[in-house]
């Protein structure tokens, strides 16, 4: 990240990012880190990474039942990760880059502003 990026962010220009501890801050990027926190979501995204795909694709390329798939699929849904269209009796599956991007860069400015205010050693027992 740029120095004016990194100052733009540190301005407030991301209206995401909060303070550490506050909504906005690393906590609020836990949903994110839920989404990779499992190796069937996490393999269902890197598979995504490469092109829209049909459940069916999904389910052969991990050798994983439709069901469960499915049910890893909603979370990343929910969590805004993957974007779904449907066509005839199928649905297809995306990943969302917009705001897998964006949460990457949130992500990114929360550290660097955290990292930013370290102040150094703080240990009060010694």
Known sequence: MSP?????????????????GEPGGLVALTPFFKAFGNDTRAAVIEYLMSGEKCV???????SMSQP????????????????SRGAGARTYYAIDW????????SFVEVAERLRDRDAGPSCICG
């Open 4 to 20: 004016a990026t990194r100052a733009g962010a540190r301005a407030g220009a991301h209206p995401t990012i909060a303070p550490s």
């Open 56 to 62: 069916c694709e999904i389910t052969s390329h991990l």
């Open 68 to 83: 469960l798939i499915s049910h890893h699929l909603a979370i990343l849904r929910d969590a805004g990760f993957v974007c």
């Open 98 to 105: 917009a705001r897998f991007d964006d949460l990457l860069r």
